[in-house]
């Protein structure tokens, strides 16, 4: 049960970084609602607390391992962002570097023969990779609106729809 140190580490920095990304899609959310855009702002929020019950997820599995949780300080995210593609840029950025870090942990818990941090951490990358997808598909249309503001009011009208019917889950076993 015990942890090895440098995968309890790894863990406890992937949790912050979760926290961070709660903060960071709230950030985005708060300058949708400065937007007036709705459904983008609906879909950060929504993903926000996700974001914070990823972190959770990491906290609860520490516990249950009998690995001491540390908490630290959490990043101040960027408060405003020169336009819709700049935040969703950004957005999609974070969920790349967070990919990144989860696949780093899934390899050092294999070196360490860590097998139950192996199987906890797949949960993490299928997450990943929809929550990437998800970004990148926003990001493509919204390069796609361009300046038009009709295709950008019919944009966050879609997005509404979506985070409604909860069908920004690509994978609905998630
Ligand atoms: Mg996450």
Redesign the pocket.
Same mark, same amino acid.
């Given at each position: 049960m015990m942890m090895n140190s440098v995968v309890l580490e790894l863990l406890n920095a992937q949790m912050n970084k $979760?926290f961070y990304?709660w903060y960071l899609y709230l950030s985005v959310s708060t300058y949708f609602n400065s937007q007036d855009l709705e459904g983008f702002e609906q879909w950060t929020n929504t993903q926000a607390q $996700? $974001?914070l019950m990823?972190g959770m997820k990491i906290y609860n599995y520490l516990l249950e391992r009998k690995g001491a949780v540390e908490f630290r300080q959490i990043e101040k995210p960027p408060l405003i962002w020169d336009s819709p593609i700049a935040a969703v840029q950004a957005i999609y950025e974070h969920e790349r570097s967070?990919s990144v870090t989860i696949h780093e942990i899934l390899k050092v818990a294999r070196e360490h023969a860590d097998y139950s941090a192996e199987v906890f951490l797949h949960w993490f990358i299928t $997450?990943q990779l929809e929550?990437e997808v998800m970004a990148d598909r926003v990001l493509q249309k919204l390069k796609m609106v361009g300046d038009n503001s009709g295709a950008m009011l019919m944009l966050d009208s879609q997005i509404t729809k979506i985070v409604a019917t909860g069908a920004a889950k690509v994978n609905q076993n998630a």
């Open positions: $979760e990304s $996700e $974001e990823h967070l $997450e929550e």
